[in-house]
């Protein structure tokens, strides 16, 4: 079965330091998406992303981040300057359509550790 | 009232039990509805979607009511492997600036199953 794949696992940086945490999602599919997960609370959307665009994005989703497809089958979040409370798992997810029926598929995540 | 409110747990029960999870969502625009477990530190899986006229899938039986805008997830004959975190997702699908919603999943907080022998 297809799978949305995710590097590195985990991540410590340094607070301050930029990071980029690397999604390659299934290959058919055409909406990607960020969530993250501070430890001990729920699943939080941050950004989606269509046709090389944002779609939406919340309000955690502030000036530090950014998303790219760089190439046809990478999907990127960059945090530039990251703080103690960027500290979370952070999730792929891809969908091949909006979402109305198919669902979105996760990747295993990236736990992200700011010192 | 949160987005998506679910029964807090955690829920203790012997194998073989049938336990009921319920779920209630605020935005009545909400178009799909999903049912996810997510085992310790692992991402969220999906374990079924929600319809209407409600749906099965083996040992699992979802409902949607869209009238009191409420969830439910009933899992008969428990499996030790049950044991995980289940979380209601909705899809709100509003509109926006550019027009509509992609896919901005809302989660619930998740309700904490535990399976004993």
């Known amino acids: 079965e297809p799978e949305v794949t995710q590097t590195p696992s985990h991540q410590v940086t340094q607070m301050g330091q930029e990071v980029i945490l690397r999604c390659v999602p299934i290959?058919?599919?055409?909406?990607f998406y960020w969530y993250r997960q501070i430890l001990g609370q729920k699943v939080e959307f941050l950004v989606s992303?269509?046709?090389?665009?944002?779609?939406?994005k919340s309000e955690i989703f502030d000036d530090q981040f950014s998303v790219e497809r760089p190439d046809g089958s990478n999907f990127t979040l960059k945090i530039r300057s990251t703080k103690l409370e960027d500290s979370a798992m952070y999730f792929c997810?891809?969908?091949?359509?909006?979402?109305?029926?198919?669902?979105?598929?996760f990747g295993d995540g990236t736990r992200l550790s700011i010192l | 009232r949160k987005e998506v409110e679910q029964d807090p747990g955690p829920f203790n029960v012997p194998e073989g039990a049938t336990v009921a999870f319920n779920c209630t969502y605020s935005?009545?625009?909400?178009?799909?509805f999903f049912w996810y477990r997510q085992d310790c530190r692992k991402e969220p899986k999906l374990l079924m979607s929600?319809?209407?006229s409600g749906n099965e899938d083996g040992r699992f039986t979802a409902q949607l009511n869209r009238a009191s805008q409420y969830i439910s997830l009933l899992i008969r004959d428990s499996k030790l492997s049950d044991s995980a975190t289940y979380l209601c997702?909705?899809?709100?699908?509003?509109?926006?600036?550019?027009?509509?919603?992609?896919?901005?999943?809302?989660f619930g907080q998740g309700t904490i199953l535990t399976v004993h022998p």
């Open positions: 997810a891809s969908s091949s359509d909006r979402g109305l029926r198919q669902p979105q598929h």
């Open positions: 290959s058919n599919h055409l909406y």
């Open positions: 992303f269509y046709n090389n665009e944002i779609s939406e």
């Open positions: 935005n009545s625009a909400s178009q799909s």
């Open positions: 929600v319809y209407s």
């Open positions: 997702v909705v899809n709100p699908m509003t509109a926006n600036a550019g027009g509509t919603s992609y896919g901005k999943l809302t």
